[in-house]
């Protein structure tokens, strides 16, 4: 193998760090022991920058160069593997059903008004055609029963990872120090 740069990050398909090298994994370096690489990624990946320093941590992590107009930094990290969403978080409804005394039809309710002092007034023809006006005056209102509506979601963590293949990111602690072009 030819001679790799201090800092360099490469890529091995087998689970340990060869010698002069260490796993991207956040771990926490003393400067006093690895100056030259200290010297070239400082504190950006953590440690307090007086006696120590951090290593990137890959694990579970995509690498991403940095973004255009100062978006995302280098040493930024960010995302998740698991997410919990929430009804807020994502397009839901609550069908609402509904029957008048007289009536057999039920009819899911999409309320798009403003919902301002008005109710659902006037569902047209045969109880199954939303036409207009579709909200008239609040007036002899009745409670809905306990139960007609629910919450929807159970907020449970879904998986928010990418397709992978897991590879091991090692760090150079050793090698060449690279010149600026």
Known sequence: MTEVFIGEILQFGFDWAPVDMAKCDGAEQQISQNQALYSLIGIQFGGDGRSTFALPDLRGRVPVGPGAYGVIQQ??????????????????????RARDADGDWFIPIDHTGTGTGYVLANVGPNNNDMKPPAYGPATNLKPIAEGCISNAGNTQPHSNMQPYLVINFVIALSGLYPQRN
């Open 75 to 96: 040493g930024q990290a960010g995302g998740h593997e698991t997410v919990t969403l929430t009804e807020s978080n994502i397009g839901h409804s609550h069908p609402l």
